[in-house]
């Protein structure tokens, strides 16, 4: 597919539509032409090692970068016109970094409530019954008035999702939101991201964890050096992958020791 196709010629909705997608740093080119769309209520995981723009892309994608070249529309607004209100569009986007970035300052409940407020312009009671409806669905009601430092960095993450989720949502970004957790707290944010994704929410989640990859996503991406290598179901890009680089990169993930000897 060339960047000039017409969407008319594409019967299938998307929610996310990249084309072209390039992206430098100064003289370094991070991203090299990303072509990716993703259908209302997909889930795709992007894999690929350091430095491969993993991060660069979805950062594109919320416009916390701006794209050096080519088109990005999420939801049906082009986010890449010069035009566009940004943060408008950025409220339909949430974003789970690899550190949870909640406020020091403020309990669990009030880091839901502040942004809601501050961004959506709700009032007390709405934002209080939508962070509390949130807290559910991560778990973590009983820990509404706790402050951040008293919270495991598994519920903080959870919180972290939380948060975005209150926001109301159209699509989640992930970048490696389990990456900064001690093994044993990585299951619970997994889960919590399996019933997003079991409620239809589309999401992009940049991640190592390859079980997760295979038991949830509908299609994985695999990145090197700023492109898009290969992509396709779980079962054949992680079960059976085409390229050399797609197997190096693997045997690497799978099997860290096996990369050392
Ligand atoms: N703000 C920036 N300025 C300069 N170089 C950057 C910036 N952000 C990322 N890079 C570079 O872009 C490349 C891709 O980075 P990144 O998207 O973080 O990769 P990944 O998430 O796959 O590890 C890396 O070489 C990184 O050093
Ligand atoms: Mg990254």
Same mark, same amino acid.
């Given at each position: 597919?060339t960047?000039?196709?017409?969407?008319?010629t594409r019967?299938?909705?998307?929610?996310?539509?990249?084309?072209?997608l390039?992206?430098?740093?100064?003289?370094?080119?991070?991203?090299?032409?990303i072509?990716?769309?993703?259908?209302?209520?997909e889930?795709?995981?992007?894999?690929?090692?350091?430095?491969?723009?993993?991060?660069?892309l979805?950062?594109?994608?919320?416009?916390?970068?701006?794209p050096?070249?080519?088109?990005?529309?999420?939801?049906?607004?082009?986010?890449?016109?010069?035009?566009?209100?940004?943060?408008a569009?950025?409220?339909?986007?949430?974003?789970?970094?690899?550190?949870?970035?909640?406020?020091?300052h403020?309990?669990?409940s009030?880091?839901?409530?502040l942004p809601?407020?501050?961004v959506? /312009?709700?009032?007390k $009671?709405? *934002?209080?019954?939508? &962070?509390?409806e949130n807290?559910?669905? +991560?778990? %973590?009601t #009983?820990?509404?008035?706790?402050?951040?430092?008293?919270?495991?960095? /598994?519920?903080?993450? $959870?919180? *972290?999702i939380?948060? &975005?989720?209150?926001?109301?949502?159209r +699509?989640? %970004?992930? #970048?490696?939101?389990?990456s900064a957790?001690?093994?044993e707290l990585? /299951?619970?944010?997994?889960?919590?991201?399996?019933?997003? &994704?079991?409620?239809?929410m589309t999401? +992009?989640?940049?991640t190592?964890e390859?079980s997760?990859?295979?038991?949830?996503?509908d299609?994985?991406?695999?990145m090197?050096?700023?492109?898009?290598?290969?992509?396709?179901?779980?079962?054949?890009v992680?079960g059976?992958?085409?390229?050399?680089?797609?197997?190096?990169?693997?045997t690497?993930v799978?099997?860290?020791?096996a990369?050392k000897?």
């Amino acid at each position: 597919m060339t960047s000039d196709d017409n969407d008319a010629t594409r019967r299938q909705p998307t929610e996310i539509e990249i084309r072209d997608l390039h992206k430098s740093f100064g003289a370094t080119e991070v991203l090299r032409g990303i072509d990716l769309q993703v259908t209302p209520g997909e889930v795709v995981c992007v894999i690929g090692p350091s430095g491969s723009g993993k991060s660069t892309l979805l950062r594109c994608i919320n416009l916390l970068e701006e794209p050096s070249r080519g088109r990005i529309v999420v939801a049906g607004t082009d986010i890449t016109d010069p035009d566009v209100d940004i943060d408008a569009a950025r409220r339909r986007i949430g974003m789970v970094f690899q550190q949870f970035n909640l406020f020091p300052h403020l309990t669990v409940s009030g880091n839901l409530v502040l942004p809601q407020r501050r961004v959506l /312009g709700r009032d007390k $009671r709405t *934002a209080d019954r939508v &962070a509390r409806e949130n807290l559910r669905r +991560v778990a %973590l009601t #009983d820990k509404a008035d706790a402050y951040p430092a008293q919270l495991s960095g /598994g519920q903080q993450q $959870r919180v *972290a999702i939380a948060r &975005a989720l209150a926001m109301d949502p159209r +699509v989640m %970004l992930f #970048d490696e939101p389990t990456s900064a957790l001690d093994p044993e707290l990585v /299951g619970d944010v997994l889960a919590v991201m399996r019933s997003l &994704a079991a409620d239809g929410m589309t999401m +992009v989640v940049v991640t190592h964890e390859m079980s997760f990859a295979r038991e949830v996503a509908d299609r994985v991406v695999f990145m090197d050096e700023g492109r898009v290598v290969e992509q396709g179901p779980a079962a054949q890009v992680v079960g059976s992958p085409r390229h050399e680089r797609t197997r190096d990169f693997l045997t690497r993930v799978l099997d860290p020791a096996a990369s050392k000897l």
